[in-house]
């Protein structure tokens, strides 16, 4: 005798699929999103890294400069006055290099332009004994530094130089801190407004503020760095 088999098949129901179509969708889009996040909050903290090393480099830069003006002074022996090549002043770039007259003094409440790659601001110092004249590599003083974007050359050295333009621009402020404030910075804030250390003369103390800026998303982003430097010879 036969007999009719029914056999149930299963299966998904249409309102099944969609929901987990729906469930499967909104997993990727999950992780788009936190793909996109990632790869924003990764380029954002690379921005904040490049530009705290910009700004150290413009405080080096200004240490550079005292230690070189102070090594010219014991090089040139005590013939000449320390205060011609004090450990305060500008390389001298025009006339007589020689640290024997003194460059302008280290003061700028509009900010400098420094860079790394125009080590071109050569100072002579000649020891009145050996006769010996050593030459010592100072970072160029340029002004503008509100207006000047850092470029990056094929070697990836931040420049004001040939190569591509970065968002980046930097000015360093140098300030005695006695002045008690000066214009805004490049990041909106005022500049120069340090209260001198008590027991050391305010002449043997400068303050340097080294600031980067940049435009992210259309907002002002900046970042800052102080430093006081002294007078320790």
């Known amino acids: 005798m036969n007999k009719n088999l029914f ?3 299963e299966g998904f129901t249409l309102i099944e699929a969609l929901v987990a179509i729906a469930l ?3 997993g990727i889009v999950s992780a788009l999103s936190l793909t996109t996040k990632s790869v924003f909050n990764a380029s954002r903290l690379k921005q904040d890294l ?16 005292r230690e070189n003006n102070v090594l010219c002074d014991f090089l040139n022996g005590a013939d000449e006055p320390q205060d011609v090549c004090a450990w305060d002043r500008e390389p001298r770039t025009s006339g007589n ?3 024997k007259q003194g460059g302008a003094k280290l003061n700028s409440v509009q ?7 125009d080590m071109t601001a050569s100072v002579a110092c000649t020891d009145p004994v050996s006769g010996l004249t050593i030459t010592l590599a100072m970072p160029r003083l ?6 000047t974007y850092l470029n990056i050359n094929s070697s990836s050295i931040y420049t004001y ?3 591509t333009r970065t968002p980046f621009r930097r000015c360093v402020y140098v300030c005695n801190p006695v002045n008690g404030g000066g214009p805004l910075g490049l990041d909106g804030k005022p500049v120069c407004g340090g209260t001198p250390d008590g027991g050391i003369p305010s002449a043997a103390q400068i303050d340097i503020i080294s600031i980067v800026a940049w435009m992210e998303s259309g907002l002002l982003k900046s970042t800052r760095l ?3 430097l002294y007078n320790w010879r």
Do not use: F
Not at 50 to 65: F, K, S, Y
Not at 142 to 147: E, K, L, P
């Open 142 to 147: 340029g002004g503008s530094c509100n207006a």
């Open 7 to 9: 056999i149930k098949k």
């Open 24 to 26: 499967i969708a909104g």
């Open 111 to 117: 900010g400098y332009t420094v860079d790394t790659e």
């Open 226 to 228: 102080e430093q006081r």
């Open 97 to 99: 290099p020689e640290c």
């Open 50 to 65: 490049i530009a705290v090393n910009l700004a150290q480099e413009g405080i080096e830069m200004m240490r550079l400069i």
């Open 161 to 163: 130089g040939a190569g």
